[in-house]
């Protein structure tokens, strides 16, 4: 399963994403342009030292991005897009995955560009939310979405018995854009 992040503006919710992809063990995309940058000190702090834990491949736009995910599935691209939005679809609750989903979320202020919502295909789907709400939280919708994803999926869970293990990359104190990989044209 991937998680991206479409022109994310707000380094705190990009840097959160980042902690629950480590924590998840789910690789997370940025696609640019970013409304930060990759040595952003909020990025750095939101992930903590759990950065070089995280699996980060950054994207010079959604088009590569879409590419880059096309690989390694039989299935194909448009049957693996959930494309995560407070406008229309079905809702998460009420949404089948599978291990090979990729769950995309648009900007904070933008949302995601519907023309190439429409464009790729895949499944539209929303958080229920309150009429008089405008949408929730960036990185609270990708932490509801990817464990109702995970878990819908069947895909394994972390067992965590409350115990806290460092892992030993953490001493490493590498930020984002120490970690970040950029896929060439495929």
């Known amino acids: 399963m991937d998680v991206v992040l479409v022109q994310p ?6 840097g959160c994403a980042g902690r629950l992809t480590a924590a998840l063990g789910v690789r997370l995309h ?3 342009p970013l409304g930060f940058s990759l040595d952003d000190r909020y990025l750095k702090r939101a992930g903590l030292d759990y950065w070089p834990m995280v699996d980060l ?3 010079p736009d959604l088009t590569a991005a879409l590419v880059h995910l096309e690989a390694g599935s039989e299935r194909p691209l448009a049957d693996r897009l959930k494309w995560f939005s407070a ?4 809702s998460l609750f009420q949404s089948t995955f599978a291990a090979d989903d990729i769950l995309l979320f648009g900007s904070e202020s933008k949302g995601l560009p519907m023309d190439a919502v429409d464009a790729a ?3 539209r789907v929303y958080l229920p939310i309150a009429k008089g709400v405008r949408s ?6 990708v932490a509801v979405a990817l ?3 995970m878990d ?10 409350g115990e806290y293990v460092v892992d030993g990359r953490a001493g490493e104190g590498l930020t984002p854009d120490q970690v970040a990989q950029k896929p060439g044209p495929s």
């Open 9 to 14: 503006e707000i380094p705190h919710n990009s």
């Open 30 to 32: 940025l696609v640019e």
């Open 57 to 59: 491949h950054v994207h």
């Open 87 to 90: 406008r229309g679809g079905k």
């Open 121 to 123: 295909g895949g499944d």
């Open 136 to 141: 929730l939280n960036l990185a609270n919708t």
């Open 147 to 149: 464990y109702t994803a």
């Open 152 to 161: 819908r999926a069947g895909l394994p869970l972390p067992d965590n018995d």
